[in-house]
């Protein structure tokens, strides 16, 4: 019904930079909150960043002032602009978005996930 495609992971240096990108297709009539959540085995999958689709936002204490996360209604895609990457933010990286499908039922969807890792 709804499929979230991520991409733009890979290997960093430290203090390196990336962006993530997560396009949404689907029976889709409307996507409300889009973010992105991260996973380790060691710990369990925790918030990074969301956004409404009024666009207010809201971040982990942890990535405040480094990522940026933002999106493109048109394009029904989500973006996570990751700056002065540091080790511990190592983790795959999934997108979720809150949507309301084309019959008026909310849905809850995931991607596949994305390794960032961040190594010298």
């Known amino acids: 019904q709804v499929q979230l495609v991520e991409s733009g992971g890979g290997l960093v240096q430290p203090g390196g930079s990336l962006r993530l990108s997560c396009a949404s297709s689907?029976?889709?009539?409307?996507?409300?909150?889009m973010g992105w959540y991260r996973q380790t085995p060691r710990k369990e999958r925790e918030l990074v960043a969301v956004i409404t689709s009024g666009g207010s936002t809201n971040y982990a204490d942890s990535v405040k002032g480094r990522f940026t996360i933002s999106r493109d209604s048109a394009k029904n895609t989500v973006y996570l602009q990751m700056n002065s990457l540091k080790p511990e933010d190592t983790a795959v990286y999934y997108c979720?978005?809150?949507?309301?499908?084309?019959?008026?039922?909310?849905?809850?969807?995931w991607g596949q996930g994305t390794q960032v890792t961040v190594a010298s």
């Open positions: 979720n978005a809150d949507v309301q499908l084309s019959l008026g039922i909310p849905f809850n969807a």
């Open positions: 689907g029976s889709i009539f409307r996507i409300n909150t």
